[in-house]
């Protein structure tokens, strides 16, 4: 017994977490799936009826208006916080004597909370006592910044405050990149007079192409997630302007008592995220085999 | 190292290069400056009265310095009906975030230490099934939860969101631990195990000495996690047990009265200071449990 045990106990000390992810992740994924094919309203029913919600789902405009925000938030999100990262990340890399410091300063929004992020930049961004009025009391009267309340413009203040809180990170990522490139190419180029920006250009980032895939990902990752941002900032308006899949879902969850849309709306999420994250994991992990 | 900025290439002038290194430095002060603004205008508006926020600059010093809107937000600020400003729910926050950190910890410990060391088949599917809920939006999960946790009994509790920020940190806990020990080579497993020593031994005695550093990366992920989490948070709460993400948003969100700008600044501060405090004392862990957490994810 003592023997079986011995031999048996790695097993036995992960059997617990294996489980908790069998049904916390797995079955709980099964058990939305599910009841995204049901009518679900107020309490589940396990009766399946096709496809009813996501047809519900798709005429809705609320829906539709979730989802392109969250094309446009996230493409604007993506380009520029890779565009401002590998600028930062470049600018950093030219032996400044306080780069310590500046990389500290540039990545500590990462630490925080979206929602104190959401409540920074909706105090700055308010039109009434915010940049706008400070504009304005600088003498030009006629400034106007008031895409917060501008169904219109709001989805780009979200844009703003993501950049704020996550391009320092994507810096970081593509300095570590930046890094790793092999200085004897670098030197060698130099040497045979090649100009610094076509070093950049022709060798060194063409080079960090596989950091650029990681910080895609994480980034895709974060701009389908994206909750706390919009809730804090905008909270989903003016109207639903600003709402994104994930507050569309909570708010059928949690505030409209319709689980149906809830889950179907949930499983488009997980849909998207599988798209972007499945193959990515498929590659590292096969590469992981050929080391 | 890229040294493209000390030999500069041929045919640059003395003072082109000067003019360069000044741009270099006027572009980085720049994102500073971009960087500490929100910042610098929370920090001076929690220290303005609301008379001078209404009168005054966004970015201008407060010429009266009060802390007045600390108090508030500490201790009088309210969250919808209730004005007990963010204290109750900054303790809800320690009380989940403690225990939930120190739990998957460990757990994530135990784990990486299975699956990089006493690899049995089918560790690796185990392990990949893991990883994989790491990625799942928990939009996914939150209807079946909210009715499991009920049905356990502790939905709207503490221990509930405590067992869902445990439930959902293992695979990124595991992940940190298991990339850690795949480093140390089984050899010294193995003979260890010649050597008599059991599963807990060998934990005990080899690993867990050589596990501080990763130790407080996931700690510190951990901690950022959960410390800053609001979709659990504001899902699994009731009145009471809301976690400081949830109140914060509550005040600043509650219409009720006149909008107190400087007390919702305050709050937010409050809010932040843990993990700033972390990032701060020991951004080094933090940095390299991003990079972990998301690259080699």
């Not at chain 1, 047809?55 to 969250?70: G, K, V, Y």
């Not at chain 1, 915010?130 to 910044?145: D, I, N, P, T, Y």
Request: glycine fraction near 8%; aromatic fraction near 14%; charged fraction near 10%.
């Amino acid at each position: 017994m003592t023997k079986w045990l011995e031999d048996h106990l790695p097993k036995l000390m992960l059997a617990p977490s294996f489980v908790a992810v069998l049904v916390f992740v797995y079955g709980f994924i099964a058990w939305t799936a599910w009841v995204s094919l049901t009518r679900s309203r107020l309490l589940p029913k396990y009766e399946i009826e096709g496809l009813i919600q996501y047809e519900r789902l798709f005429a809705s405009p609320r829906w539709d208006t979730a989802l392109n925000n969250l094309f446009i938030f996230g493409a604007l999100f993506i380009v520029i916080a890779m565009a401002l990262g590998l600028l930062m990340a470049i600018l950093l890399d030219q032996n400044i004597r306080t780069e310590g410091a500046i990389r500290t300063i540039y990545l500590y929004p990462m630490a925080l909370s979206m929602i104190v992020t959401g409540t920074a930049w909706k105090w700055i961004l308010n039109p009434g006592l915010g940049l706008e009025a400070m504009v304005k009391g600088w003498g030009f009267e006629r400034f106007s910044f008031d895409w917060l309340v501008d169904p219109d413009m709001a989805i780009y203040t979200v844009v703003i405050a993501a950049l704020w809180q996550s391009s320092g990170f994507v810096m970081a990522l593509f300095l570590a990149g930046l890094r790793s490139v092999d200085g004897e190419i670098i030197k060698a180029a130099q040497v045979d007079g090649i100009p610094t920006w076509r070093i950049y250009t022709a060798i060194i980032i063409p080079s960090m192409a596989p950091i650029f895939l990681s910080a895609f990902i994480v980034l895709a990752h974060l701009a389908i997630k994206s909750f706390d941002l919009v809730i804090a900032l905008t909270g989903g308006g003016p109207g639903f302007a600003t709402d994104l899949p994930a507050t569309y879902m909570y708010a059928m969850a949690f505030s409209r008592g319709d689980i149906g849309q809830a889950a179907s709306s949930a499983m488009v999420m997980m849909a998207v995220v599988f798209a972007i994250v499945v193959p990515y994991l498929y590659s590292e992990l096969r590469a992981q085999k050929d080391d | 190292m890229t040294d493209l900025a000390t030999s500069p290439a041929r045919g640059q002038s003395q003072s082109v290069r000067i003019l360069l290194r000044w741009s270099l430095y006027i572009a980085l002060g720049f994102f500073v400056m971009i960087y500490l603004l929100p910042l610098f205008v929370m920090i001076t508006t929690s220290l303005k009265s609301l008379e001078e926020i209404r009168t005054g600059d966004l970015v201008a010093l407060p010429r009266e310095v009060t802390i007045d809107a600390w108090l508030t937000a500490w201790s009088g600020a309210c969250t919808g009906i209730k004005c007990e400003g963010v204290r109750p729910y900054f303790w809800n926050s320690v009380l989940i975030a403690v225990p939930a950190v120190a739990i998957s910890t460990l757990v994530g410990a135990i784990n990486g230490y299975v699956v990089a060391q006493w690899r049995f088949r089918g560790a690796n599917v185990i392990f990949a099934l893991m990883l994989f809920g790491c990625f799942i939006p928990f939009q996914v999960v939150l209807l079946p939860m909210a009715r499991v946790l009920g049905i356990i009994g502790i939905a709207g509790t503490i221990q509930g969101l405590i067992f869902v920020h445990v439930v959902y940190g293992i695979g990124f806990t595991t992940l940190f631990f298991r990339n850690y020990y795949v480093t140390i080579p089984v050899e010294l497993t193995k003979a260890a195990k010649v050597d008599g020593a059991g599963f807990f031994r060998i934990f005990w005695s080899i690993f867990l000495p050589l596990s501080l550093p990763i130790i407080v990366v996931t700690v510190i992920w951990q901690f950022t996690q959960i410390w800053n989490d609001f979709l659990f948070g504001v899902s699994f709460s009731q009145a009471g047990t809301q976690p400081v993400t949830v109140a914060l948003n509550n005040i600043v969100n509650s219409t009720t009265g006149v909008k107190e700008y400087n007390v919702d600044m305050a709050a937010a501060i409050i809010a932040a200071l843990p993990t700033l405090l972390v990032y701060v004392v020991a951004g080094k862990y933090f940095i390299r449990g991003l990079t972990a957490g998301s690259v080699k994810g």
